[in-house]
């Protein structure tokens, strides 16, 4: 799966080439060449976005000259939805960093916790250095906490972090960036997003090579 880049000078450019009647399309010139029905992972940059937001889309057809639709995948219609809510002005963040990696989109059981009791929760994007967790009470900026994902049929790999960012509004979250990771859990990550890089998807049970 090939990742496409898509980036706009401004929000009113990305709005202007996005659809929701088409069911959350994109439609934008682009220097790289595609098939129709081919699978792409588009990594889509907006200024007031906190980072570049990663998606998986089909190319659905011809746009202008050079240029292609992506028809965004259901499964990241609620990142689709944070991207096109911070570029009308309806969502903002607290505050942004900026990310050294990657990030992979997810859809991972997992609980994270303080200093009380975990917290279950949902992991929607992952990096070797950070995630996005789904929660309605974010912790506040700067606090310590840990995250244990709980693959499938695998054991739970245990992380630990500090708060970067907090999403409020719709799908509400916080970004974690997560502390260097060595040893069996950062071996496993590193399977994890190899993994993510091959086949735009994550999957914590695939065996660490």
């Given at each position: 799966m090939r990742l496409v880049t898509l980036a706009?000078?401004?929000?009113?450019?990305?709005?202007?080439?996005?659809?929701?009647?088409?069911g959350g399309t994109i439609s934008t010139r682009?220097?790289?060449?595609?098939?129709?029905?081919?699978?792409?992972?588009?990594?889509?940059?907006?200024?007031?976005?906190p980072n570049?937001?990663?998606?998986?889309?089909?190319?659905?057809?011809?746009?202008?000259?050079?240029?292609?639709r992506f028809t965004?995948?259901?499964?990241?219609?609620?990142?689709?939805a944070f991207v096109v809510g911070i570029?009308?002005?309806d969502l903002r963040v607290e505050t942004a960093v900026h990310r050294d990696h990657a990030r992979f989109p997810?859809?991972?059981?997992?609980?994270?916790?303080?200093?009380g009791d975990p917290h279950t929760t949902t992991i929607e994007d992952v990096s070797a250095g950070g995630a996005f967790v789904r929660t309605e009470t974010p912790p506040a900026l700067g606090t310590v906490v840990t995250v244990t994902l709980l693959p499938p049929g695998g054991e739970p790999l245990t992380v630990a972090g500090r708060?970067?960012?907090?999403?409020?509004?719709?799908a509400p979250g916080f970004g974690v960036d997560l502390d260097p990771t060595t040893g069996e859990p950062g071996r496993r990550?590193?399977?994890?997003?190899?993994?993510?890089?091959?086949?735009?998807?994550?999957?914590l049970g695939v065996s660490a090579g």
């Open positions: 706009f000078a401004t929000a009113d450019e990305f709005l202007a080439a996005f659809h929701p009647a088409d682009t220097r790289t060449d595609g098939s129709i029905g081919e699978r792409v992972l588009i990594e889509v940059a907006v200024p007031g976005l570049r937001a990663l998606l998986r889309a089909d190319v659905t057809g011809i746009a202008f000259e050079h240029g292609l965004i995948a259901p499964e990241d219609g609620e990142t689709l570029t009308r002005g997810a859809a991972l059981a997992a609980t994270w916790r303080t200093d708060v970067a960012w907090i999403r409020q509004g719709t990550l590193r399977s994890l997003l190899r993994h993510a890089s091959e086949t735009a998807s994550v999957d």
